[in-house]
């Protein structure tokens, strides 16, 4: 298939995805988790983060949600200390039970939630 068809097919699939028909009170939303660095020494660029995520959720809920679903965003501060972040992505999955998680700001972050997310993912 060539780049022009791929591309094509891409923009008709993600515009599919993100105005997959209105959201309706019955559907239950589609929950999608994070940790984020909100206090700390990560804190300013974890709330400008934290503000895209948000945005996006926003912006994907004002016109119909995904797949018909409205999002509902979970987030949890880690308080920029990587030792909290399996505990938080641990509640996301469990707890919450998100159907999504993203990944929070900074690398080292989004390390210390791979195993976590790895390990439940294999359940």
């Known amino acids: 298939m060539d780049r022009t068809i791929q591309s094509a097919c891409l923009v008709i699939g993600l515009a599919w995805l993100t105005t997959g028909g209105t959201a309706t009170a019955q559907s239950p939303p589609i929950k999608i988790g994070y940790s984020m660095s909100l206090s700390g020494g990560l804190a300013a660029g974890g709330r400008q983060a934290a503000l895209v995520y948000d945005m996006w959720a ?66």
Do not use: W
């Not at 926003?58 to 995904?66: I, W």
């Not at 641990?90 to 195993?115: H, I, P, Q």
């Open 58 to 123: 926003e912006d994907v809920n004002e016109h119909g949600g995904l797949l018909g679903r409205k999002i509902a965003m979970i987030k949890y501060d880690d308080q920029s200390t990587p030792s909290t972040i399996p505990g938080i992505y641990s509640k996301l999955l469990d707890v919450d039970r998100v159907e999504l998680v993203l990944s929070g700001y900074g690398t080292g972050r989004a390390f210390c939630s791979c195993n976590i997310k790895a390990s439940k993912a294999a359940m």
